[in-house]
């Protein structure tokens, strides 16, 4: 159920993107705001904390990614006028990422 339930999420976001030529992003929220008032009612009670669970990871490291991505371009953006960035800078920020969550 937890797997139908992350396909359908892809799958929700092919058909409105392509064929559709809908908001992607907003025919997820849709489908999610409609699983989480409906889907209850057809989801096994066992597996509904597990899925709760595993949604919430998903959006945790959605959310860590979209901040790192944003991070890295800010730098990016500051630095663009001086030197470029070096592979040792582009390699240090998964590991300041990590130092910084750990402190």
Not at 18 to 43: C, D, H, R
């Amino acid at each position: 159920e937890i797997g139908t339930t992350f396909s359908m999420a892809y799958l929700v976001f092919y058909v409105a993107q392509g064929p559709l030529g809908f908001s992607g992003p907003i025919a997820v929220v849709v489908f999610g705001l409609t699983m989480s008032a409906l889907g209850t009612l057809y989801v096994s009670p066992h597996i509904h904390e597990r899925m709760e669970s595993f949604w919430e990871v998903i959006t945790f490291l959605c959310n860590s990614l979209a901040f790192v991505f944003a991070g890295v371009l800010c730098s990016l953006l500051l630095v663009q006028g001086a030197a470029a960035l070096d592979v040792f800078d582009v390699l240090m920020i998964p590991v300041l990422y990590v130092v910084l969550h750990i402190i």
